[in-house]
C-alpha cells in the first residue's frame, strides 16, 4: 500500500531556513502529481506548492520567491525548501500525492489520494 512520510519539520526563528522531505514507500514517485500543503489551527488546509507529472510548478503567492519544491525520483522523494520563513508560515505540513493533475488544479486538496501524517513547522518572532 502506497505510504507518504514526511519528516524535517522543527522549531526555528523567522528569517530562517527548514527542509521538509517526504518519501513515498509502496509506490513512485515519478509521473504523479505531489504537492505540499499546510494546515494552521482554525485554517482550512491550504496548497502551497504542487508539482504535475511533468515537473511543472505551482506555488501559493504567500510563499512564492520563499519555498520551492522538487522531486527526486530515484529515492522517491518530494522536497520543500523553505526560506525567509515568518511566524505565519506555522503550520503542520503535508505531503499528497495523486496519480494525475494539472499545474491550475495541482493545489486543491481534492485531487489528492495520498495524504501523508504530516510535520510541525514552527517559526517564532
Known amino acids: 500500500q502506497l505510504q507518504l512520510m514526511e519528516t524535517g519539520g522543527a522549531s526555528v526563528r523567522a528569517g530562517g531556513s527548514l527542509t521538509l522531505s517526504c518519501v513515498v514507500s509502496g509506490g513512485t514517485s515519478s509521473n504523479v502529481c505531489m504537492a505540499w500543503f499546510r494546515q494552521a489551527p482554525g485554517k482550512e488546509r491550504e496548497g502551497i506548492a504542487g508539482m504535475e507529472e511533468d515537473g511543472m510548478n505551482d506555488y501559493a503567492k504567500s510563499v512564492q520567491g520563499r519555498f520551492e519544491i522538487s522531486r527526486d525520483n530515484s529515492k522517491n522523494t518530494l522536497t520543500l525548501k523553505m526560506r525567509r520563513l515568518k511566524p505565519e508560515d506555522t503550520a503542520m505540513y503535508y505531503c499528497?500525492?495523486?496519480?494525475?493533475?494539472?499545474?491550475?488544479?495541482?493545489?486543491?486538496?481534492?485531487?489528492?489520494?495520498?495524504w501523508g501524517q504530516g510535520t510541525q513547522v514552527t517559526v517564532s518572532s
Open positions: 499528497a500525492l495523486a496519480a494525475e493533475c494539472t499545474w491550475y488544479n495541482c493545489r486543491e486538496p481534492g485531487v489528492y489520494t495520498y
